[in-house]
């Protein structure tokens, strides 16, 4: 198995609603990323974990909660978002190779705010 | 820090031409060179990277870049492009050891390849 799995592909959610992003592989990669794409830019990091424990958070709002239940499995959990939350939401995972962090991408979440 | 500039927004292009992306990077640091493409409204796929060896290398659906140490340049080329490849393209990079932005992959701001028929 070579792919990050992103579920719900499409999430639609009011500003008082709370729903979680879920991210899965099954590749043995110890570390798992959370990025956010807004329409025509590169996506931005959000968070980082390494064996299970957070290692990079870049000053994301707490609106945004991550969680690694395991080695496999990543959440994100939404609560109270603001409209320009509204982007897809991209899930990685990677390998060392050769020194570098390699990264494999998922398909993504699209995440509507009303 | 580093960065990663690409130098065109977008690329309009004929089915079968050459097409050639460029992508500077700066860094006080060795850097690990990747190229991702993005086809509307699906993620990110791995094209290619440069980790060491051979400053040549190949990817899948016929793409290659060369990396250029003292140009520090990754430029993306394919000889002959397709309507299929007709997507944006990002490339990134992740310092070494001993750059302030080690292991974090920073994007450049991508290029739309679009392929004309």
């Known amino acids: 198995d070579t792919e990050v799995t992103q579920t719900p592909k499409h999430l639609v959610m009011g500003m008082t609603n709370k729903k979680s992003l879920k991210c899965e592989q099954h590749?043995?990669?110890?570390?798992m990323y959370w990025y956010k794409q807004k329409a025509k830019k590169p996506p931005e990091l959000m968070f980082v974990?390494?064996?299970?424990?957070?290692?990079i958070n870049e000053s994301v709002p707490s609106r945004f909660s991550p969680e690694c239940p395991n080695s496999s499995l990543l959440n994100l959990h939404l609560h109270a978002l603001q409209p320009e939350d509204s982007a897809l939401y991209l899930c990685?995972?990677?390998?060392?190779?050769?020194?570098?962090?390699?990264?494999?991408f998922g398909a993504g979440s699209r995440l509507t705010v009303l | 820090a580093q960065s990663v500039t690409q130098l065109d927004s977008q690329v309009p292009v004929f089915e079968e031409a050459p097409v050639e992306l460029r992508c500077n990077y700066s860094?006080?640091?060795?850097?690990?060179l990747f190229w991702y493409v993005q086809y509307p409204n699906q993620g990110l796929q791995l094209l290619l990277k440069?980790?060491?060896?051979?400053?040549l290398v190949k990817g899948i659906n016929g793409f290659e870049a060369e990396f250029n140490k003292s140009q520090t340049s990754f430029h993306l080329r394919k000889p002959s492009v397709h309507i299929s490849d007709t997507a944006e393209y990002f490339c990134?990079?992740?310092?070494?050891?001993?750059?302030?932005?080690?292991?974090?992959?920073?994007f450049g701001q991508g290029t739309i390849l679009t392929v004309h028929p």
């Open positions: 440069y980790l060491s060896g051979s400053t």
């Open positions: 590749m043995g990669h110890r570390a």
């Open positions: 974990y390494s064996y299970e424990k957070l290692s």
């Open positions: 990134a990079v992740i310092q070494g050891a001993g750059g302030t932005s080690y292991g974090k992959l920073t």
């Open positions: 990685a995972s990677s390998a060392r190779v050769s020194g570098a962090n390699v990264l494999t």
């Open positions: 860094s006080s640091v060795s850097v690990y």
